[in-house]
């Protein structure tokens, strides 16, 4: 009996040696993870500004490490795009309306050597499309309009017969691309084509090439979009970028998001340039002056509120945003879909990835969100580079799903 205490003391002693190594090894864990790396790269990389959500731990717990580890694994990842593969852009991921991880990549302006921040506004390019449609299917869900009414009730003697609003959302209207046309029927290079010159060259030609008959199959168009903008103004009797700013923008806090209107640009706006992938700056061309299919500025953190908007029921009610994501395309079997404005990745358990891609000039955006996961992906690039779209290995680090099929979209 006399020995009992000493065995109670050496016990003792030994947990408190295991403790004191397991509170050791997980020191030296949070350093490798949250030390080397980041000094490493920024001393490498001068124009990579990582913005982590994730500061150094205070507790060494399990759930820090691993978040540590979430994090330093996504800025690995695209550390290496930025150093070798010529990724030049904003990223950042969320989930739950929680950011899991932020980074800023390179340059604005790279003449200057003008870095990118989390205030960056980038040209989004065919990720605007989503922006469209929701205002459409607000105006619908508040009667001002039809998702079956036709074009010759907005544009009267509208030559292209039986043409929905629908159809445009779907990209079903069977219209021809005007970014396909414009060159023959557009010609003066020097002058911007507008949403009303759009409608114009339509109203004037009932039968350009490429042309479809309506309901019978999906084919992107930007033209769809683009008269989409001009039903908003003719319903609301406001120019598109005025009432999307005051019934989306500004509501929202969406304070460095902006529609691009070439007729009127009192003010210079700062934003990303448009870059090819040989830091050549992008030049313009007649197509800039139409919005609804593009034209829309924004930043990552702006589409961070834009995306949580959805969820709160802000945009549109949960009844419309089923709408919006329910497949409309059945002609070719595939996971892949259209809905209202919205690409579809349709997932083996019934479930949809939502989601649109953009590519204009320079600039290539990818935006998805995993519905189940509340996640959301937002890369913002304005140095053309189409491994931007590759976002498989995002939601392989994440272990969000091993069957997203996820890969490049058709940039447009």
């Known amino acids: 009996m006399g020995q009992k205490p000493c ?18 090894l997980l020191l030296i864990l949070a350093v490798i993870v949250f030390y080397p790396y980041k000094n490493s790269t920024q001393a490498n990389t001068p124009a990579l500004a990582s913005m982590g959500s994730f500061p150094v731990p205070t507790g060494l717990d399990s759930i820090t490490i691993r978040q540590g580890l979430l994090y330093h694994r996504l800025d690995s ?44 506004s980038f040209q989004i390019a065919s990720s605007s499309k989503p922006f469209t449609a929701t205002a459409i299917l607000r105006l619908v869900s508040e009667g001002k309009l039809s998702l079956a009414d036709t074009l010759g009730k907005f544009f009267p003697g509208f030559p292209y017969k039986n043409i929905t609003v629908e159809m445009l959302l779907c990209h079903r209207s069977g219209l021809p691309n005007y970014l396909l046309f414009g060159a023959n029927l ?10 009303d010159s759009l409608v114009d060259i339509l109203m004037k030609n009932n039968n350009i090439p490429g042309t479809t008959r309506a309901g019978t199959h999906f084919q992107y168009n930007n033209t769809n979009f683009g008269l989409l903008a001009s039903i908003v103004e003719k319903v609301t009797g406001k120019r598109f970028p005025d009432y999307m700013r005051e019934k989306f923008f500004k509501p929202l806090g969406m304070k460095n998001t902006w529609i691009r209107d070439v007729q009127n640009e009192k003010e210079e706006r700062k934003h990303a340039i448009s870059y090819n992938s040989q ?86 955006t990818v935006f998805y969100r995993y519905l189940p996961d509340t ?13 931007v779209y590759d976002v498989q290995p995002v939601f392989s680090i994440l272990g969000a799903t091993k069957d997203t099929m996820a890969r490049m979209d058709e940039p447009q």
Request: proline content about 2%.
């Open 375 to 387: 996640l959301a992906i937002i890369i913002l690039s304005n140095r053309y580079n189409v491994g």
């Open 279 to 364: 830091w050549k700056v992008q030049a313009e061309d007649p197509y800039d002056g139409v919005y609804g299919d593009k034209n829309v500025f924004s930043t990552v953190e702006d589409m961070m509120i834009w995306d949580r908007a959805f969820y709160e029921e802000k945009n549109l009610s949960k009844a419309w945003q089923k709408e919006a994501y329910t497949p409309r395309s059945f002609e070719q079997k595939g996971v892949r879909n259209y809905g209202y404005g919205w690409r579809l990745l349709q997932q083996p358990n019934g479930e949809n990835i939502v989601f649109h891609n953009g590519w204009w000039h320079g600039n290539n």
């Open 77 to 120: 990842f695209f550390a290496y795009k930025y150093k070798y593969t010529g990724f030049n852009g904003n990223v950042l991921v969320l989930k739950g309306g929680r950011v899991l991880y932020k980074g800023c990549f390179g340059y604005c302006n790279y003449s200057t050597k003008d870095t990118l921040n989390e205030k960056t």
């Open 186 to 195: 557009w010609p003066d290079r020097k002058k911007y084509m507008i949403n």
């Open 7 to 24: 065995k109670n003391s050496f016990n003792s002693f030994v947990l408190h040696i295991v403790k004191f190594i397991k509170h050791i």
